[in-house]
T-cell receptor
Framework: LAKTTQPISMDSYEGQEVNITCSHN???????ITWYQQFPSQGPRFIIQ???TKVTNEVASLFIPADRKSSTLSLPRVSLSDTAVYYC???????????FGGGTRLMVKP | DAGVIQSPRHEVTEMGQEVTLRCKPI?????LFWYRQTMMRGLELLIY????????DSGMPEDRFSAKMPNASFSTLKIQPSEPRDSAVYFC??????????????FGPGTRLTVL
């Protein structure tokens, strides 16, 4: 599986847009990029998944440049409840054993 | 749907005791995963099952750990004997697919284990 690198932590304020970038220089042709969110005392929860360009859902947007060596999770207008750890993962449909890594700890302040 | 159910939610035991953690996956899901989370090591995959068959247990730390899935609706993770370094939050997750990296995993609330 391709290794991913994310910032350990980020701070933001309510109402701001937050962009968390993940580096995956060794991403393979068939790999997808998936992001999970984990609130304190809960299990991770799927946020969004993409292969290229841009994906948007009701929670977030995922931007993937043409070379796919990185991806950016964008959270519009964050609130205090978005304080969580965000994990970036890459893998293909034939792969298994997801590696979550350390994730990015986002702290949203009032 | 009730989601993935884990029991107990909290377990405190003494070193040397046997500990059994339980998981009920979402009905109809074909794959089940056991994870361990600590501050030092993050979220680690221990083992996963597809159609009740263990596919990869290379993440199981040592022989003191064992996992079973006797049917599609129940799995256990057993630690015998337990040690203080086993203290962690243990998560169970399930997916409707075969367990590929692209499958969405649905996590349970976790079991917080403390070994004194």
């Amino acid at each position: 599986l391709a290794k991913t690198t994310q910032p350990i932590s980020m701070d933001s304020y309510e109402g701001q847009e937050v962009n968390i970038t993940c580096s995956h220089n060794n991403i393979a042709t068939n790999d997808y990029i998936t992001w999970y969110q984990q609130f304190p005392s809960q299990g991770p929860r799927f946020i969004i998944q993409g292969y290229k360009t841009k994906v948007t859902n009701e929670v977030a947007s995922l931007f993937i440049p043409a070379d796919r060596k990185s991806s950016t999770l964008s959270l519009p207008r964050v609130s205090l409840s978005d304080t969580a750890v965000y994990y970036c993962l890459v893998g293909d449909e034939a792969g298994n054993m997801l590696t979550f890594g350390g994730g990015t700890r986002l702290m949203v302040k009032p | 749907d009730a989601g993935v159910i884990q029991s107990p939610r909290h377990e405190v035991t003494e070193m040397g005791q046997e500990v059994t953690l339980r998981c009920k996956p979402i009905s109809g899901h074909n794959s089940l995963f056991w994870y361990r989370q600590t501050m030092m090591r993050g979220l680690e995959l221990l083992i996963y099952f597809n159609n009740n068959v263990p596919i990869d247990d290379s993440g199981m730390p040592e022989d003191r750990f064992s996992a079973k899935m006797p049917n599609a609706s129940f799995s256990t993770l057993k630690i015998q004997p337990s040690e203080p370094r086993d203290s962690a939050v243990y998560f169970c997750a399930s997916t409707p697919g075969p367990g590929a990296s692209t499958d969405t995993q649905y996590f349970g609330p976790g079991t917080r284990l403390t070994v004194l």
